[in-house]
């Protein structure tokens, strides 16, 4: 089995960045915006009880995506951090990465 398909059932799909440590979320994982050396990838993020982390993942969106939505969350690529995925990343993860069949 696939790591994806493990984990399709504990993607938290509306996960908002300051949410980690919300009841209910410690075992998810999420799909975030990292921002690191100028470059805004999308990464998996594994939510732990006291702790979190983000591991990005190998085949990413076009760069225009990236960075488009890096400018809806008010990101640059000077300013390094974790952001919000949005509805056309998490669109583009959902076929890419979930869209398979057995």
Not at 3 to 11: A, G, P, Q, T, V
Not at 64 to 84: C, P, S, T
Not at 85 to 91: M, P, R, S, V
């Amino acid at each position: 089995m696939s790591l994806w398909k493990e984990i399709e059932s504990r993607i938290a799909w509306d996960f908002r960045v300051g949410d980690e440590f919300k009841p209910g979320l410690d075992g998810k994982y999420a799909f975030i915006l990292d921002i690191y050396e100028g470059e805004p990838k999308v990464a998996l993020y594994k939510i732990k009880k006291y702790s979190c982390e983000s591991n990005t993942i190998k085949q990413q969106p076009p760069s225009e995506m990236l960075i488009n939505a890096a400018k809806k969350e008010g990101a640059d690529r000077v300013r390094h951090g974790i952001f919000n995925i949005d509805g056309e990343i998490e669109a583009w993860v959902r076929n890419n990465y979930f869209a398979y069949s057995d």
